[in-house]
């Protein structure tokens, strides 16, 4: 969960930064629709459990925090595996 989280979080920053730098014509870039394939079923999963108040230009945000959140959670967990066998075996 933590890596997917991860990956997922990675590409919607890299899609805004991208979105930010080809502008207008972002929708036209390659790469932007390729990291845009890669967070699809996260911002649709998002769109599905949040009120239709939220504007749907908001749902990459609300997909962020989602993930964010998810990957704490995660790595809380993990943690406390690697408490539990030692950290030895935990690498």
């Not at 990675?10 to 014509?25: E, H, Q, S, T």
């Not at 749907?56 to 790595?75: C, E, K, Q, Y």
Request: aromatic share 8%; glycine share 6%; hydrophobic share 60%.
């Amino acid at each position: 969960m933590k890596l997917i989280a991860e990956i997922a979080l990675m590409a919607l920053i890299g899609r805004f930064v991208l979105g930010l730098m080809a502008g207008a014509k972002r929708h036209d870039n390659l790469i932007y629709q390729l990291l845009g394939f890669v967070t699809q079923p996260f911002e649709k999963l998002v769109r599905a459990i949040s009120p239709r108040l939220v504007l749907d230009r908001h749902i990459p945000l609300a997909a962020g925090a989602f993930l964010l959140m998810v990957w704490f959670i995660s790595l809380l967990f993990k943690a406390q595996i690697c408490l539990e066998i030692g950290m030895d075996q935990c690498r």
